[in-house]
Structure formats: structure tokens, C-alpha cells
């Protein structure tokens, strides 16, 4: 893999960083690419540059985010959901700044749909529904519900500022994940 040039890289994260804080002040249907550049310090010709438009550049940050969660799981798969989900809300505290940003700005939505795809997608590996508690169960309505329940939680501790550490968060959301799975 090609090294990444620094100027490169340090306009792109100064994209990334314009685009959050923009939009914590407004909808982000209205930043515009002029709003960027200023923000970010760069020429509009450097943002298309990177991006087709400020829906690709939101895009590949969400999916940058969601891509680190992903290789996490696969990098401790031998974990249990518990240990799985301190990982994760490790992640979630350390990442604070965007994923309330996320949650609570119009790009919401967006987001929210990533997000439980990715838990789907995570959950659907554990989801038995031949044997144990969800034995008959419909798969699919059984992995959405878990999906939901979890994505859930992880929205309401955002939009109530962490009202609980993220280690407490951790182990209930795992305690809950084995209850269920």
C-alpha cells in the first residue's frame, strides 16, 4: 500500500474535523462546500479533489468509523460479548465528539442506518434460532431486535451524555447481548 502524502492526509483530516463541527452548528443540508474549505483552510479544488461532494465526504467518515468498530470485533473474536461490548463502548467514549454529532444532527438518519446495518451485520453471527431461547424464532426479526435494542441504548447514552460510565455500559449491554443470544 502506497504511503499516504502528509499534506494529504492533514487536508482530509482538516476536512473531517470542518465537517463535524459545522455541523454541531447547523443542518448539515445546509453547509455548503464553500463552508468547508473556509472551515478547513483548504481550496474547494482540494475537497473535490478527495470527495465527489460533502455527502461522499460524510459518507467516508461514517464508513471510516464503522470499518474500525468492524476490525475490532475481527481482531478479538475469541471474546465474549462482554468483553466485545467494553471494546466497543471503549471505542463509542474515545470517539465521543462524533458519534454525538452524529446522533444529534440532521445527518441522524444516516447514521442511524449505518450503524444498525453494522450491528445486523455483527449479530447475525451469534443468532441461534434453532436452539436455546430463540429456538422458532424468525431469524431476521430476532437479529433486528437485538440490533435495535443495542443501537438503542447506545443512542440514548449519547443523547444523555454518558450518563453512566462507558465499562458500566459495557458490561449491561453484554450481560443483556448473552440473556438474549
Same mark, same amino acid.
Given at each position: 500500500?502506497?504511503?499516504?502524502?502528509?499534506?494529504?492526509?492533514?487536508?482530509? #483530516?482538516?476536512?473531517?474535523?470542518?465537517?463535524?463541527?459545522?455541523? *454541531?452548528?447547523?443542518? =448539515?443540508?445546509?453547509?455548503?462546500? #464553500?463552508?468547508?474549505?473556509?472551515? *478547513?483552510? +483548504?481550496?474547494?479544488?482540494?475537497? @473535490?479533489?478527495?470527495?465527489?461532494? &460533502?455527502?461522499?465526504?460524510?459518507?467516508?467518515?461514517? !464508513?471510516?468509523?464503522?470499518? !474500525?468498530?468492524?476490525?475490532? /470485533?475481527?481482531? $478479538? *473474536?475469541?471474546?465474549? $460479548?462482554?468483553? /466485545?461490548? =467494553?471494546?466497543?463502548? !471503549?471505542?463509542?467514549?474515545?470517539? @465521543?465528539? =462524533?458519534?454525538?454529532?452524529?446522533?444529534?444532527? &440532521?445527518?441522524?438518519? @444516516?447514521? $442511524?442506518?449505518?450503524?444498525?446495518?453494522?450491528?445486523?451485520?455483527?449479530?447475525?453471527?451469534?443468532?441461534?434460532?434453532?436452539?436455546?431461547?430463540? &429456538?422458532?424464532?424468525?431469524?431476521?426479526?430476532?437479529?433486528?431486535?437485538?440490533?435495535?435494542?443495542?443501537?438503542?441504548? +447506545?443512542?440514548?447514552?449519547? &443523547?444523555?451524555?454518558?450518563?453512566?460510565? $462507558?465499562? !458500566?455500559?459495557?458490561? #449491561?449491554?453484554?450481560?443483556?447481548?448473552?440473556?438474549?443470544?
Amino acid at each position: 500500500m502506497p504511503k499516504v502524502d502528509r499534506r494529504i492526509k492533514k487536508s482530509q #483530516q482538516a476536512l473531517k474535523k470542518a465537517v463535524l463541527e459545522l455541523m *454541531a452548528e447547523k443542518n =448539515f443540508d445546509d453547509i455548503t462546500i #464553500q463552508d468547508l474549505s473556509d472551515r *478547513a483552510d +483548504v481550496s474547494r479544488g482540494t475537497i @473535490y479533489l478527495h470527495y465527489m461532494d &460533502k455527502y461522499d465526504l460524510l459518507d467516508k467518515l461514517i !464508513e471510516g468509523h464503522i470499518d !474500525e468498530m468492524r476490525e475490532m /470485533c475481527v481482531d $478479538h *473474536a475469541d471474546m465474549d $460479548h462482554i468483553e /466485545c461490548s =467494553f471494546i466497543c463502548t !471503549e471505542y463509542l467514549d474515545n470517539n @465521543y465528539d =462524533f458519534f454525538a454529532t452524529m446522533l444529534a444532527s &440532521k445527518g441522524a438518519p @444516516y447514521f $442511524h442506518k449505518r450503524f444498525m446495518d453494522y450491528q445486523i451485520e455483527e449479530f447475525v453471527k451469534d443468532i441461534d434460532v434453532t436452539n436455546g431461547i430463540n &429456538k422458532g424464532f424468525d431469524r431476521d426479526v430476532t437479529v433486528r431486535f437485538i440490533a435495535s435494542a443495542y443501537v438503542g441504548v +447506545v443512542e440514548w447514552w449519547f &443523547k444523555n451524555d454518558r450518563p453512566i460510565p $462507558h465499562q !458500566e455500559l459495557a458490561k #449491561q449491554l453484554g450481560e443483556l447481548i448473552v440473556r438474549n443470544v
